[in-house]
């Protein structure tokens, strides 16, 4: 269908239809459709303002779309039954790394799969962190999953969540054995979700021990002890 032409507005209401596609293989997740208007000569866009006159810029964005692929069928590397809450399942998790050495200063990128069993009440953050209770922390991160591109509060019952994290380890961590550890907590009041492993027994301090990693510092003779390196978690 031809698009209405602006030459030919007057004052009112002017309706305009268009179909967003979602592309093939697009990730679960949430999508911000945007409406732009730009003269076709310059490509300049025209900048919206609100109702209440509020500059919003050169762009007015609708709320926002959740997109599922029914599809996705999780391969994790290393299976994992753990249950966070009530809602979340941990099905497994994958590195980018065939062995589990890092250096100071490097980084490591593991890939969690998680499914949804109800639909959840708030915008949980997860956390991932190479942890001793020996050294400290050695690297760190804290985010709703997927970069926050699908956040808790938008997962559907059944939907499987892929959550890529890539933790650089601190150029100060100390050599030593660390445990890769993941959870979830409340933003607001920093309190963990419960977790309960595949016997149905609680994890201690609500943090789920994926797989222990080994650390050299950059310098193997400095002893000094690991500094986290992001946002501190609960």
């Known amino acids: 269908l031809a698009q209405p032409q602006t030459t030919c507005f007057s004052t009112g209401l002017v309706f ?19 409406v732009h208007i730009y003269v076709p000569e310059s490509g300049a866009r025209l900048i919206a303002s609100s109702g209440e006159g509020q500059d919003l810029g050169d762009a007015y964005r609708l709320p926002a779309l959740k997109t599922i692929d029914a599809s996705i069928q999780p391969a994790p590397e290393h299976q994992v039954a ?75 019952p059944g939907e499987v969540i892929v959550d890529e994290v890539v933790l650089t380890v601190s150029p100060e961590a100390a050599s030593g054995d660390y445990t890769l550890l993941v959870g979830f907590y409340e933003p607001a009041g920093l309190a963990r979700v419960p977790i309960t492993d595949g016997f149905g027994k609680p994890v201690t301090d609500a943090a789920l021990p994926l797989t222990k990693v080994v650390v050299t510092a950059a310098d193997v003779h400095s002893g000094q002890g690991a500094a986290g390196s992001g946002a501190g978690s609960p």
């Open 82 to 156: 753990a249950q966070f809450g009530e809602n979340i399942e941990l099905l497994g998790y994958t590195l980018d790394r065939s062995g589990v050495d890092l250096q100071a200063g490097q980084t490591l990128t593991a890939t969690l799969y998680y499914r949804a069993q109800a639909p959840i009440d708030g915008n949980l953050t997860r956390f991932l962190q190479l942890y001793s209770q020996e050294n400290g922390m050695a690297a760190q991160h804290d985010s709703a999953p997927a970069g926050g591109g699908n956040p808790t509060w938008t997962w559907q």
């Open 16 to 34: 305009d239809r268009f179909t967003v596609r979602v592309p093939a293989g697009a990730a679960n997740g949430l999508i911000q459709p945007a």
